[in-house]
């Protein structure tokens, strides 16, 4: 069965980065799109980053363009969300998402706070 286990979160200052990665097994990893996904408290939730199944083609939320970063390893079936320069407004429950035949998955959240 497919399955999305996201790592990585946790609490940081404002301006300071973090790594999210997300190991995905039960699917062909290299032959599907990726996303991220957050949810703030009290908010929608909203998609961050997306990454093609080959990793040449990405889009970001503008709230996270030129701070974040989403890639891909296929080798080792595991998409990554480099956040930098982040903010307050940048808490949430950060998740991974894939579309596998139609059928959505999603990871279980991971955690990302950020306060002084």
């Known amino acids: 069965q497919v399955q999305l286990v996201e790592s990585g979160g946790g609490s940081v200052q404002p301006g300071g980065s973090l790594r999210l990665s997300c190991a995905a097994s039960g699917f062909t990893f290299s032959n599907y799109a990726m996303s991220w996904y957050r949810r703030a408290p009290g908010k929608e939730r909203e998609l961050v980053a997306r990454?093609?199944?080959?990793?040449?083609?990405?889009n970001y939320a503008d709230s996270v363009k030129g701070r974040f970063t989403i890639s891909r390893a296929n080798a080792q079936n595991t998409v990554y969300l480099q956040m930098n320069s982040l903010n307050v407004e940048d808490t949430a429950m950060y998740y991974c998402?894939?579309?596998?035949?139609?059928?959505?998955?999603w990871g279980q959240g991971t955690q990302v706070t950020v306060s002084s």
């Open positions: 998402r894939t579309q596998v035949l139609g059928t959505d998955y």
């Open positions: 990454i093609t199944y080959s990793g040449d083609s990405t």
